[in-house]
């Protein structure tokens, strides 16, 4: 089985990572849920990060053939289209992210400009569907119940999973967002679990857990199905969900969920420019 290279990058604000894959043979990468730097007490943005992983591709003669997001956000921005900018490649996404664009375009009151039909993006990956990083393949596996929309890219010995699972001593992804359901993200762990034990897994985000000193991010699916705290192989369905939903009934609402969005549905582009020449991001009052 090919083992692609992969180099991470991490974000301590938003406790982010993002990949790039590489195929070894051609150099030919994708870069996953990248990050574009935002503040929300200026509302200033920055490709701070963005350019380390810009200067690494260029560094080490890649070409990038996709810009890949696992879901829409609710916790960074994505800086996609500057990647895109820079360094070309498709932007793509999993096929339901017009689920989302609709709840989310209601809650902003979006105009009939907005398009709910995932067309910001240049493809949109169905279940099961196939596609090449060079001579690497690619399979695309559909995991909703964090997002109805939340896929996983499955390439070579490598699987990336998004907010699905974190490491095994923090457990899974709330369910609480709109679409979301603690069964459906139950089954939806089963089949990355069915993926060969040794099979490595990379994950979007750390938060560490208490006792641990180090930021981590890869694991393998054989440790997760041993010693994840919330869904490993002795934890039922129905326990799972009675924990989720206990457990997301005392979360807040992410910091970034409402900025964040309403850039991410749009495929990382900003809301359009006003007639002042500005643009805005809406934050509606007590609506979520």
Partial sequence: MTKPNVTSFFDKFTFTVTHIVTDPQTKQCAIIDSVLDYDPNSGRTDTHSADEVIEHVKRNGLTVQWILETHAHADHFSAAPYLQEKLGGKIAIGAHIPDIQKVFGGLFNEDDDFKRDGSQFHHLFEDGETFQIGELKADVIYVPGHTPACIAYH???????????????????????????????????QKLYALPDETRMFLCHDYKAPGRDEFVWETTVGQQKKSNI????????????????????????????LPSIQVNMRAGEFPPAEDNGTRYLKIPLNAV
């Fill in 230 to 257: 919330h869904m490993n192989e002795n934890v039922s369905r129905e326990a799972f969900i009675k924990m989720r939903t206990e457990r997301d009934k005392t979360l807040k609402m992410p910091r970034l969920i």
């Fill in 155 to 189: 390439m070579g010995d490598a699987v990336f999973v998004g907010d699905t699972l974190f490491m095994p001593d923090y457990g899974s992804a709330r369910c609480d967002f709109p679409g979301g359901d603690a069964g459906t993200l139950y089954d939806s762990v």
